[in-house]
Each structure stands twice: as structure tokens, then as C-alpha cells.
């Protein structure tokens, strides 16, 4: 309903524009969560090699036990309310860009 299909090139260019704004957003969301989501299975694979008890020293400066604290305080990141409206307002957006870039799409066909 905000972004009914674009009768005018005045229309297009407004959908244009809002459409760089809210990639900015988008873009700033998803890396957060992908370094979230990085440092996560970072820190699942070191604890793992950890766990085989490999007899080379570990090449990371933490201990296990550091590990699995930040391990644990980023799965509660995760699961965090703050988190969780990241996570909803990415989802968000980018249903909003697919939207928008078809009704622009549909607006260059005609």
C-alpha cells in the first residue's frame, strides 16, 4: 500500500531514493549480524579444536574457558530483544527493497 506501482518518473525517482536510504540501513543491519554471526563460528571452531585436545598448542591467545564465556555472552547477544529487532527490522527492509525494486522494475518495462 505505501508503494503502489509508479505512474510517473517524478514517482520513480522518489522510489529511487528511498530505496539507496533504506539499503544504507539494510547494509549497516546485516553486518552487524553477519560479525555476530562470524565471531560466533569463529569461536565454535576454536572451541572444537580445543576439545580434540590437539597436541600443537593452541594458536589463539585465549583460554578455553575465555572462549566459551564469549561464546556464551554472544549466543545471549543473539538472543537479546535488541538483537532480535535487528534481526526483524532486516527482514523488514529487505521485503521493502524487493517491493520497491519491482515496482520500479514494472515501471521501466512499460
Known amino acids: 500500500r505505501l508503494y ?33 554471526n562470524e565471531r560466533l563460528a569463529r569461536l565454535c571452531r576454536q572451541l572444537d579444536q580445543e576439545a580434540e585436545d590437539s597436541p600443537h598448542p593452541s594458536l589463539t591467545p585465549l583460554s578455553p574457558q575465555a572462549l566459551a564465556e564469549e561464546y556464551n555472552q554472544l549466543k545471549d547477544l543473539k538472543r537479546s530483544p535488541e538483537y532480535q529487532e535487528k534481526k526483524q527490522e532486516s527482514k523488514t527492509l529487505r521485503n521493502k527493497l524487493f517491493h520497491i525494486k519491482r515496482m520500479v522494475s514494472d515501471y521501466d518495462k512499460l
Open 4 to 36: 503502489p506501482p509508479i505512474d510517473c518518473a517524478e514517482a520513480r525517482q522518489r522510489y529511487k531514493d528511498e530505496f539507496a536510504a533504506e539499503l544504507r540501513r539494510y547494509k549497516e543491519l546485516c553486518a552487524h549480524m553477519d560479525g555476530v
